[in-house]
């Protein structure tokens, strides 16, 4: 069996930071922490990256690649609720692989520039994506709706997706959050939307969101 190659140390303090990071929240992991968890010195972390916010901007730029893939529309006419139930759900996955930039999303842009000016776009590409698959469905017949119901809902969708994980820690402060906060949020998310659906559509989803609540 072919052995994975090593990865490169950058790779491997990002990992680690990312994973220190989401447990514990990013105010509360030091560069001495990062390196301790790596068994490495100090100075070889300070070699790579000199400063925590070099370390919090790499994460951020792969988060950011990885948004605009998944928000490139790839998506085919017909659209489908099917559509918008897989995009919610790849979107709540990455928000869960990155969750410390979205439980600390306020206090992170007020001490990171670059997270500041840059994390708007990301937003604005999942509000986009949003609106145009309701226009999708619009055109499918599976939904009615203005233009400007949909702008708004897709700004409504978008907010409740990037504040959940804020919520469910306020919530319960001194829980440990799993994955299964994942499926509470795609189901709030997509509650918005179920009100503009057609009959069948909307009987789909409801039929569907069975399994997102607790009996």
């Known amino acids: 069996m072919e052995k994975k190659p090593r990865r490169k140390t950058p790779e491997r303090i990002m990992a680690a930071s990312l994973e220190l990071f ?3 929240g990013e105010p509360n992991v030091t560069m001495a922490a990062i390196a301790d968890e790596l068994n490495i010195s100090p100075g070889n972390l300070y070699y790579h990256f000199r400063d925590k916010e070099q370390i919090v901007n790499a994460l951020f730029a792969e988060f950011k690649r990885e948004m605009e ?3 490139d529309n ?3 006419p017909p659209i489908s609720v099917e559509d918008m139930w897989l995009f919610l759900h790849l ?3 990455k928000i869960w692989i990155y969750r410390f930039l979205y439980r600390d999303l306020v206090d992170l842009l007020s001490r990171y520039r670059i997270l500041a000016t840059q994390f708007k776009q990301v937003l604005g590409l999942d509000a986009r994506l949003i609106a145009d698959l309701c226009q999708g469905l619009v055109e499918a017949g599976e939904m009615q709706a203005s233009v400007t119901q949909i702008q ?6 978008t907010v409740i997706a990037t504040y959940w994980l804020s919520f469910a820690f306020v919530r319960n402060p001194r829980g440990k959050m799993d994955s299964e906060e994942l499926s509470s949020g795609v189901y709030q ?3 918005l939307l179920t009100p503009f659906l057609c009959d069948e559509a909307r ?3 409801e039929r569907v969101s069975l399994q ?3 009996p």
């Open 189 to 191: 998310v997509m509650s």
């Open 91 to 93: 979107l709540f996955e």
């Open 212 to 214: 997102y609540v607790e």
């Open 152 to 157: 708004s809902l897709a700004v409504n969708m």
């Open 69 to 71: 893939e998944l928000t």
């Open 74 to 76: 790839t998506f085919e």
């Open 203 to 205: 009987e789909h989803v």
């Open 22 to 24: 989401n447990e514990l």
